[in-house]
């Protein structure tokens, strides 16, 4: 399979153009799209996004449920005990970090921010376990000031496959994707490849022939030209034409 392949000979106006077809038919494709985090405040979306890292959305969601019962503020979770904490966050995996990076940060909340999540990209960032995709996150969806695009494993992979970028640090593919896309889109974008990285666009096998934005991406082209004999005759040029997908979306 061609992974990650890149379009070598596009323009970047040709490009900026590419991307824009493809935000629009992720949208018909994942009209729904949206956070997949549970949260109730912004300090909430914050220790959330925390605990999902190398974890899914959805085993956070079944943490967070108590959680947040049992730590309602900054505060609750600055003055937590680390041990009962660490056991509380356990099955999020790098439990011991974790607790340390929640306590901590909330902490520095209570302290320099008064309590409150700011608001701005350079204060946000210094709050231990708050890298850009993090805040990114918490900016965007706690408090509608989009400043970038949250690039986590499915953003990063399905921007190379699509050849929007060739960078591997998240840093670098952020910064290819801003250059591409309006900032109005810079959200929606990362929402919807999102669901796109869990409903087709998986790690192991991309399902390239159920995709209604083959005809655009240059990996799901060269995979499709590998399996084609395999193909049923018709199939990707109905889905090419209707820009309507089987995609459903794994939580």
């Known amino acids: 399979m061609a992974d990650e392949t890149v379009v070598e000979t596009e323009s970047q106006e040709q490009r900026a153009t590419r991307a824009g077809e493809i935000m629009s038919r992720l949208r018909r494709m994942y009209p729904d799209a949206r956070c997949s985090l549970n949260f109730s405040t912004p300090h909430e979306l914050l220790v959330a996004t925390v605990l999902s890292a190398q974890c899914t959305d959805e085993r956070v969601n079944q943490v967070t449920a108590t959680l947040f019962k049992k730590y309602r503020s900054p505060e609750d979770f600055a003055s937590a005990d680390l041990a009962a904490l660490e056991q509380d966050v356990k099955s999020t995996g790098f439990y011991r970090n ?15 921010f008064h309590g409150e999540v700011p608001r701005t990209m350079a204060e946000l960032t210094t709050i231990p376990g ?105 199939e990707t040029s109905h889905l090419r034409a209707s820009g309507t997908s089987k995609a459903r979306t794994r939580k």
Not at 98 to 112: F, N, P, Q, T
Not at 166 to 180: A, F, G, I, T, Y
Not at 189 to 198: A, D, L, P, Q, T
Request: neutral net charge; glycine residues 8%.
């Open 98 to 112: 974790k607790a340390k990076l929640v306590r901590d940060g909330a902490h520095m909340i209570v302290e320099r």
């Open 130 to 234: 708050a890298a850009r995709k993090t805040a990114n996150v918490v900016l965007g969806n706690a408090y509608g000031v989009v400043d970038g695009v949250v690039v986590d494993t499915h953003v990063g992979r399905v921007a190379r496959r699509q050849g929007l970028t060739s960078q591997e640090d998240p840093v670098k593919v952020e910064q290819d994707l801003m250059r591409l896309l309006p900032q109005s889109d810079w959200l929606d974008f990362s929402h919807c490849v999102i669901y796109h990285g869990r409903a087709l666009c998986q790690a192991r096998r991309p399902l390239c022939e159920q995709c209604a934005m083959v005809d655009l991406c240059p990996t799901g082209q060269a995979t499709l030209a590998v399996t084609s004999t395999m193909s049923e005759p018709g």
